[in-house]
């Protein structure tokens, strides 16, 4: 993530409970002109996050968020 300026504020701000958000949408609001690499990254945050269950998958590459990024991070 560091390697390509990818934040924590950031991806806290993606986590906005009751939204969907996806793939495309996030790589160009965060990258502008996303390339392979800037995709493929946001892709990987986004999984971790359903992973994590801050998101639920709905279809692939789109996600609904049912937390928010404070909730239960130590």
């Not at 946001?42 to 999984?47: A, D, I, P, Q, R």
């Given at each position: 993530m560091e390697r390509l300026n990818l934040s924590r504020a950031a991806v806290a701000g993606w986590l906005v409970p009751g939204t969907?958000?996806?793939a495309d949408d996030i790589a160009?609001?965060?990258a502008g002109m996303p390339n392979k690499n800037e995709r493929a990254l946001?892709?990987?945050?986004?999984?971790a996050l359903?992973?994590?269950a801050f998101l639920q998958r709905l279809s692939p590459g789109t996600y609904a968020v049912v937390r928010p990024s404070g909730e239960g991070y130590q």
């Open positions: 969907m958000i996806g160009l609001r965060w946001v892709t990987t945050v986004l999984e359903a992973d994590a």
